[in-house]
């Protein structure tokens, strides 16, 4: 519907991205994630905005996020399982990340079998118990490079299960870290060249609160979209300083009124008339539904008119959701056709932040900002 937008603010973006760059430092590479639309945000733009700031390396998760990006003008690392070896011949661009003996196998037999040679960097499993190779495959990896020479090894890598742990003293994060060093200087030893790659954006943050000075890449989605993940438990300076940086929120959704009714007391409102009015209410119909990747279970959450909160109403329906204006409206006023919502973001000197919203359905930013259907069209701004 006309009225539903995700706002992009693109300089916040670019603040972000400045503000990683700033904390990884000279010495050391990022590779900001773009896969899954950019969580939502858009594949084209970020990486259009990323490349303007200098960056020319993505993460994705699939050939085919690789083929839609369609971009020559960046290096392209993809994580998830191979799909089509053949693809890579055509793409030199592309970087697989292969997590498997099987994947690397297959990969190494097209390459060879083209009489071609392919970049590649693999990934390791130290505690998320999901893709990756085991530590104890690093020996038989190491012999497989070595005569498999048309893989050039470029990378290692690995993900950690809870990286805002990092400041921690014997917290998985440093566990996972430790086996990964093991990994990372048995590789080196054979290719000194290697690139290692570890921190994700928790751990980014975790490690520039307690001032680590952490000597591997990053892989960074969520802190370049603005979400700043909550460090818990942290010593005082830790604290501080997480509270002195400034993530900025880059998205805001937004949806429009389409029409009004004043109801009485006791009717009830959308399906199963779960909530019933307890005195005569001012009931406004929204332009955004759960089809439009807002979650059903959002009833009874605020959303902001006229730079206030009002609350959801009812069950969230496909197309529609209600909100209850009589706080702001009181009976006699009615909101105009069009009249502008904001689900989370800013209105005014309001405020509903996309972590908020998150907890409010039991969820995190990375799982909301990834529904917003694509039906719900971006807006992108850059002042
Ligand atoms: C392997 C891997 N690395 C890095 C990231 C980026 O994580 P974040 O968005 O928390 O920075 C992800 C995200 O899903 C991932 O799966």
Same mark, same amino acid.
């Given at each position: 519907?006309?009225?539903?937008?995700?706002?992009?603010?693109?300089?916040?973006l *670019?603040?972000?991205?400045k503000?990683?760059?700033?904390?990884?430092?000279?010495?050391?590479?990022?590779?900001?994630?773009?896969?899954?639309?950019?969580?939502?945000?858009?594949?084209?733009?970020? =990486?259009?905005?990323? =490349?303007?700031?200098?960056?020319?390396?993505?993460?994705?998760?699939?050939?085919?996020?690789? *083929?839609?990006?369609n971009?020559?003008?960046?290096?392209?690392?993809?994580?998830?399982?191979?799909?089509?070896?053949?693809?890579?011949?055509?793409?030199?661009?592309?970087?697989?990340?292969?997590?498997?003996?099987?994947?690397?196998?297959?990969?190494?037999?097209?390459?060879?079998?083209?009489?071609?040679s392919h970049?590649?960097?693999?990934?390791?499993?130290?505690?998320?118990?999901?893709?990756?190779?085991?530590?104890?495959?690093?020996?038989?990896?190491?012999?497989?490079?070595?005569?498999?020479?048309?893989?050039?090894?470029?990378?290692?890598?690995?993900?950690?299960?809870?990286?805002?742990?990092?400041?921690?003293?014997?917290s998985?994060?440093?566990?996972?870290?430790?086996?990964?060093?093991?990994?990372?200087?048995?590789?080196?030893?054979?290719?000194?060249?290697?690139?290692?790659?570890?921190?994700?954006?928790?751990?980014?943050?975790?490690?520039?609160?307690?001032?680590?000075?952490?000597?591997?890449?990053?892989?960074?989605?969520?802190?370049?979209?603005?979400?700043?993940?909550?460090?818990?438990?942290?010593?005082?300076?830790?604290?501080?300083?997480?509270?002195?940086?400034?993530?900025?929120?880059?998205?805001?959704?937004?949806?429009?009124?389409?029409?009004?009714?004043?109801?009485?007391?006791?009717?009830?409102?959308?399906?199963d008339?779960?909530?019933?009015?307890?005195?005569?209410?001012?009931?406004?119909?929204?332009?955004?539904?759960?089809?439009?990747?807002?979650?059903?279970?959002?009833?009874?959450?605020?959303?902001?008119?006229?730079?206030?909160?009002?609350?959801?109403?009812?069950?969230?329906?496909?197309?529609?959701?209600?909100?209850?204006?009589?706080?702001?409206?009181?009976?006699?006023?009615?909101?105009? *056709?069009?009249?502008?919502?904001?689900?989370?973001?800013?209105?005014?000197?309001?405020?509903?932040?996309?972590?908020?919203?998150?907890?409010?359905?039991?969820?995190?930013?990375?799982?909301?900002?990834?529904?917003i259907?694509?039906?719900?069209?971006?807006?992108?701004?850059?002042?």
């Amino acid at each position: 519907m006309k009225y539903n937008k995700l706002e992009v603010n693109l300089k916040a973006l *670019r603040t972000n991205i400045k503000t990683a760059l700033k904390i990884i430092g000279k010495n050391n590479f990022f590779y900001p994630f773009v896969k899954s639309n950019a969580y939502g945000v858009g594949i084209h733009e970020v =990486t259009r905005i990323l =490349t303007e700031e200098g960056l020319h390396e993505v993460g994705l998760l699939t050939s085919e996020e690789a *083929r839609s990006l369609n971009s020559k003008k960046v290096q392209i690392l993809i994580f998830g399982p191979i799909e089509k070896s053949e693809e890579f011949l055509s793409n030199p661009h592309w970087t697989p990340i292969i997590s498997s003996f099987d994947d690397l196998n297959i990969f190494s037999q097209t390459i060879m079998n083209n009489k071609s040679s392919h970049n590649i960097h693999i990934k390791f499993d130290v505690g998320m118990s999901r893709l990756g190779f085991d530590s104890k495959d690093t020996d038989e990896l190491i012999s497989f490079f070595k005569t498999n020479t048309h893989l050039k090894l470029q990378g290692v890598c690995a993900h950690l299960s809870r990286g805002e742990d990092i400041g921690i003293p014997n917290s998985s994060a440093g566990k996972q870290i430790e086996q990964f060093k093991k990994i990372g200087k048995e590789i080196k030893k054979h290719i000194p060249s290697i690139k290692q790659h570890l921190l994700n954006s928790s751990a980014l943050l975790g490690s520039f609160c307690h001032d680590l000075d952490i000597e591997y890449g990053s892989r960074l989605g969520g802190f370049i979209y603005g979400i700043k993940h909550d460090i818990e438990n942290q010593t005082q300076t830790a604290l501080k300083k997480w509270s002195q940086l400034d993530l900025q929120p880059v998205t805001t959704l937004k949806a429009g009124v389409l029409s009004s009714r004043v109801i009485s007391q006791g009717c009830g409102v959308s399906y199963d008339s779960l909530w019933k009015a307890k005195t005569d209410s001012n009931i406004a119909v929204i332009s955004m539904g759960y089809a439009d990747g807002i979650s059903r279970n959002l009833t009874g959450m605020d959303v902001l008119f006229r730079g206030q909160r009002v609350p959801i109403v009812g069950a969230v329906c496909m197309n529609f959701f209600m909100i209850d204006l009589t706080p702001v409206l009181g009976l006699k006023e009615k909101p105009k *056709r069009g009249e502008e919502i904001v689900i989370y973001g800013k209105q005014q000197n309001q405020e509903i932040t996309i972590k908020e919203h998150a907890q409010a359905l039991g969820s995190i930013p990375y799982e909301v900002m990834t529904h917003i259907s694509p039906s719900v069209q971006r807006v992108y701004y850059d002042l």
